[in-house]
């Protein structure tokens, strides 16, 4: 019997992503008859953990718990706890990251200094699969020690605003780059042509089996409305254009359209988005109801699911909503058209408040075109389990 392939996945944290979702879906599918196991997170926190599967080997994390405190409170816990190089650290990099620049940029002046600090891999490994972008791939790269190495950016590389500079040899020494759709890939590409043999395509896995399992369970909004809901599942970050649906939701409701906005999720964000719902007067309409561990049932009992993204690379919740038949509206970021056909089975409108609210006001008042989507998304089988065989096929199962 041949001996068993050894294989680190590296990752920030578990929160509620869809990242870290896709994640732990991959993990959950996993022949550990034919791999073992390790997965690396800077941070061993997040909605997630309880959903990795016991075969994974948990490590400890790159970062101790305290490192996420804010600035004040983290150097002096992390002194107390015996790590006054990391309260160096935590300290320099915090000052990196308020340095004028866009993502990329802030991304490498902070591994730039968070290299110095962290400890490499334990053992060298068959493969390691750094499954998201900016320092899970750095440190794949520089501190693991692999006979495969395997990268994923989940989003648009140009809308993401990384560096191409810094990334470049990084890219270089991977021997794959995953992401997760084909304009994805074309944007990989529009970088980095010289490695344009490197980069795959990996679909976010879905059962559609278990979403509609999960789906059944009892469903609480915290409130007594009936009316029509729509629901998001996002980080709440800018990315997410959480922001410019808000003026949308509160033009529609001047009008008289009666609905209320249910956002699944936490982030940055959340102070921002809270206080702009109540200076226009819609707090009332707008429900921030958190991490959801199964936010399925809030899918299942929703008219509509409203993705105002400003870039994605494939929605994972999109996706979710498809196998849930749920009407979609999307705007037009990058990728929108290679999940939905607008005016088949949802709607891609301007990023703009206005684009999104005339989609809204059409969906939520045109029962025969919310059935229309419904149908048509009812007739698709989203279940794609075996895009794991093309991980398999990138770690190398010889």
């Known amino acids: 019997m041949s001996q068993k392939k050894q294989v680190l996945f590296i990752n920030y944290s578990l929160h509620s992503g869809g990242i870290e979702k896709s ?3 991959l993990l959950s599918l996993f022949d550990f008859t034919r791999y073992d196991v390790d997965l690396q ?27 996420k405190l804010n600035i004040r409170k983290a150097l002096f816990a992390l002194v107390k706890s015996g790590h ?61 020690q692999a006979k495969r190495k395997i990268g994923f950016i989940h989003g648009d590389y140009n809308a993401m605003g990384l560096s191409q ?30 490695f344009r043999e490197k ?9 559609a089996q278990f979403l509609r399992k999960m789906a059944e369970a009892p469903v609480d909004f915290g409130d007594r409305y009936s009316g029509s809901r729509v629901l998001s599942i996002a980080r709440l ?20 359209l009666e609905f209320r906005w249910y956002i699944i999720g936490v982030g940055p964000e959340e102070a921002a ?38 870039f994605e690379g494939k929605s994972i919740a999109v996706d979710e909503a498809m196998v849930l038949c749920k009407p979609i509206l999307l705007t037009d970021f990058s990728t929108a058209a290679d999940q939905v056909t607008s005016g088949e089975n949802g709607l891609i409108v301007p990023m703009t408040p206005e684009g999104i609210a005339e989609g809204l006001e ?37």
């Open 23 to 25: 994640l732990v879906t």
């Open 41 to 67: 997170l800077f941070a061993n926190e997040g909605l997630f953990l309880e959903r990795v599967p016991p075969q994974v080997n948990l490590l400890p994390p790159l970062f101790p718990a305290e490192y």
């Open 84 to 144: 006054p190089l990391v309260a160096v650290c935590r300290l320099l990099v915090t000052f990196a990251g308020k340095t004028p620049g866009g993502m990329g940029d802030r991304l490498a002046r902070m591994w730039k200094i968070e290299k110095h600090f962290v400890h490499p891999a334990r053992k060298e490994y068959d493969a390691v699969v750094a499954f998201m972008e900016g320092q899970p791939i750095y440190y794949a790269v520089t501190k693991v």
């Open 165 to 194: 500079d810094f990334d470049r040899p990084y890219v270089k020494q991977l021997d794959a780059l995953c992401t997760v759709s084909e304009g994805c890939k074309m944007a990989l590409e529009d970088n980095f042509p010289e």
């Open 199 to 207: 980069f795959h395509v990996v679909y976010n896995i879905l059962s």
């Open 237 to 256: 970050s800018v990315q997410k254009g959480l922001d410019l649906a808000l003026p949308a939701v509160a033009s529609l409701r001047e009008k008289g």
């Open 273 to 310: 988005l809270q206080e702009q719902a109540r200076s226009l007067g819609i707090e009332q309409d707008v429900c921030f109801l958190g991490e959801q561990a199964n936010p399925y049932p809030f899918l299942r009992a929703c008219d509509v699911y409203l993705q105002p993204s400003r």
């Open 362 to 398: 059409k969906l939520l008042t045109d029962g025969e075109l919310r059935q229309r989507f419904h149908d048509a998304l009812e007739a698709e089988d989203y279940t794609n389990e075996n895009e794991i065989e093309k991980v398999y096929s990138l770690i190398g199962s010889e």
